[in-house]
Structures are given as C-alpha cells and as structure tokens.
C-alpha cells in the first residue's frame, strides 16, 4: 500500500491551467458519442483510469477510436453486442450510465468493476429500469456489480425519483431516448445538469421545468460532439481549499466549468469567508471561465440545501470547515454512505485522528473547528478522501496511505500539488 507525506505549506500563489479535465463530461463525452451519427472530436479528455476504463467498454461496445495525445475521435455505428466483460473499475457513473445506454441496446452485456465498486449500491437505477421493462440483474437482487443486461424495448415512463442523484437522472434520461413514448422524470431537488445540457446541444429533445425534465425518443442519431472538456471544478476545490487555508496564499484556476450546478462548494467557501471571483469567458455546452480563491479568516457554517451540487467536494469542504471558527454542520448527505467509501464515516474518524472533534449522524456530521493536527490516515480506496486530507496537510503536515486510487480522478494531483508544498512519496 503506497502511502505519501507532504509538511506545511509557505505562502503560495498557485496559477493553473493543468487541473484535471472535468470527469462527468468525460464519461458522458465518451458514452453520448455511440448514440451520434458521424465522428464526434473531443478535447482535453480526462485521462483517468474511470474515463478510461468508460472509454475502453465504448470502443468494446463497436466504436471506432482514436487517440493522438491531444484530441480523442470517436466514430459509432451503434452499440454491437461484445464477448467481453465490461469493466467500470471504480467508477459508479460510468456503471449506473451504461446501465441505462444498454438497456434497449440489441444483445448481451455484462458490467463489472472493482472491489469497491462492486459493494456500491445499483437498485437506485435497476429499480427504475426494470420498471420501464428493461431486463437487468446481478447480486442482491440486481442491487451489487456484476450486472447481467439483455437489451429490451423500453416503456415511456413517468417517474418520480426519491432522491437526487445525476447519475439516476442520466441512466434514465439515456433509456428515454429509446423508449416507445415520451418521458418524464421528476426530482426532489435539481441535480447536476451536464447530460441535458450535453445531448440538447447534440439535437435530441429535452425540456426542463423546474424539477421536472422531459424526454423524446430520438427520431434520428444524434450529431457529433465538438467539445472541449472544461476543468473538473471537483479537483480545481481541493486547490481552493489550500489557499482558504493557508494565510497569504492564493489559487487561480483557468478554463473550469461555472456551471451553476457544479460550484456550489466555491460559494460555501465564500460563505466561510474565503474571497472568491469568477469569470466567465465561454458558453457552449458549458459555462467555462476563470476561478481566483484568496485566503481569509473562515468561519462555520451550516450546508443543508443544494446537497447534489456539491456531494462530492464535502470531504474536502471538511477541511475547510476543520480549520474555521466554530462548529459547522452537513446536513441532508446521506449519499455520503454509499460513495467509494463511506465518506460520513471516513471524514469524522480521520479528522478525529487530527484532533478535530466532530460529531456523526446518519445524514451528516458536524465539525467543531479547531487546530488541524499531524496524523498517518487511511484513504479506505476513497479518492477524494486522500486528497482531502493531502491538502489538510498544508496546514500541519499529513501521511495519507492508499493513494494509488488518486489516478482514477487526478492524474497529475502530486503535480499540482508539488507547486504549494514538498511531497514525499
């Protein structure tokens, strides 16, 4: 088990153009382009074992690939059925997304991943499917990896799920466009919006209303994508976070998404007190500009509303929240428990390792700020985990182990990370 150190940091100006590309359009740029006519060019692609793993099965499910270093071509002649076993790695989007792009495709697909993968939750897109008349199965009842899909003609559907979940959203809205009717699919609260955005600029017909999304069925291939994947606002947070932490320092990230439903964390660091400014300088598929983060005095606050938006930038909010004035809370996150790990209970018991006290509940935790202390943690295969608590280290000095699972979001973390502070691997 690879384990890395980094001591405290200095103050620092980190300027970036490098941040890994955004990790849900790369999955989505990869699996969109086998429903489009002709040959869709995409850069910037994260080169990441999840997208690459995602990328692999497009081009097992017939596709024809190619890759130059820079841009990445894909050209489909629609999903032909494969021998091969279908490996997702550690990804649960790119799992629950194909279970909804396969589910009318003519043949035999099976889905697999790895350790972690296979004990993550699957009913919440098996469930609805099935309901819908597609033909899925596995462990548990169809709940754990692997998955067995035998393509099957879809029912329209009316559904309302119980909880907000992109990944649900997008399994669904894929089924829906294949399906024999009009769908509609209903949300407790907006969810992340990169496939609707994503397959409306690629002509297939989408409707939003509120909380309610509503779906054609294609009546002719979707058009290729030209796009160029923005920075992952997930990965440019842990950045963000460094500064907030670290008295004179700033951080400066170039070409990220400004998706309103993608930065909600950089405006709970601001409301924490961090000094945030956005520009704008692009609007495609997505809004894409400029983040500059500034250090200040953070204060406590509480995170209950827009959990969605920002469900994977908690454990490296809880940093921030660690090193604040006062006792903040999470609430509403129950989705923490069924990430690569269990991240409620991850982030309490290694910030208490660090002698942050917290409290557990089964939504959430609070964290009572304090001094962040120097401590050897355990990342459980959780990759926002280590580089959470690799950037608490700015602050005191900190021993993250099992950080091999880092590569299947950041590739060039240590990279960055080496501009703010020495590293020891």
Known sequence: MISAKVTPAYPFEFKSDAIAPDKSISHRCAMFAVLAEGESRV?????????????????????????????ITIRSNGIQETSEILDCGNSGTGMRLFCGLLSSAEGHFVLTGDEYLKRRPMKRVT???????????GRNNGDLAPLSIRGASLKAFDYVSPIASAQVKSAMMLAALRSDGVC?????????????????????????????????????????????????????????VAAAITPNSSTLIEGVTLNPTRIEAFKVLERMGAKITYTLNDERYEPIGTIRVEHAPLHAVTVEENIAWLIDELPALSIAMACAEGKSIIKNAEELRVKESDRIKTVVDNLNLCGIE????????????????????????????????????????????????????????FELLEMCTKVER
């Open 127 to 137: 469930q609805p499917l099935r309901s819908i008349g597609a033909k899925l199965d």
């Open 184 to 240: 509609t699919f209903r949300e407790p609260e907006l969810s992340r919006d990169h496939t609707e955005r994503m397959l409306r600029g690629m002509g297939a017909r989408v409707e939003i209303n509120g909380l309610e999304t509503k779906i054609w069925p294609l009546e002719a291939p979707l058009k290729p994508l030209n796009i160029r994947v923005p920075a992952d606002p997930s990965s440019a947070f842990f950045f963000a």
């Open 358 to 413: 917290t409290e557990e509940y089964p939504d959430g935790y609070a964290v009572i700020g304090g001094e962040l202390k120097s401590a050897r943690v355990n990342s459980f295969g959780d990759h926002r985990i280590a580089m959470s608590f690799l950037i608490g280290g700015l602050k005191c000095g900190m021993e993250v182990e099992d950080i091999e699972c880092i590569n299947t979001s950041f590739p060039n973390f």
């Open 43 to 71: 850069e910037n692609f994260l080169r990441a074992e999840d997208t690459l793993n995602t990328l692999k099965i497009v081009g097992h499910l017939g596709a024809q690939i190619h890759d130059d270093g820079e841009v």
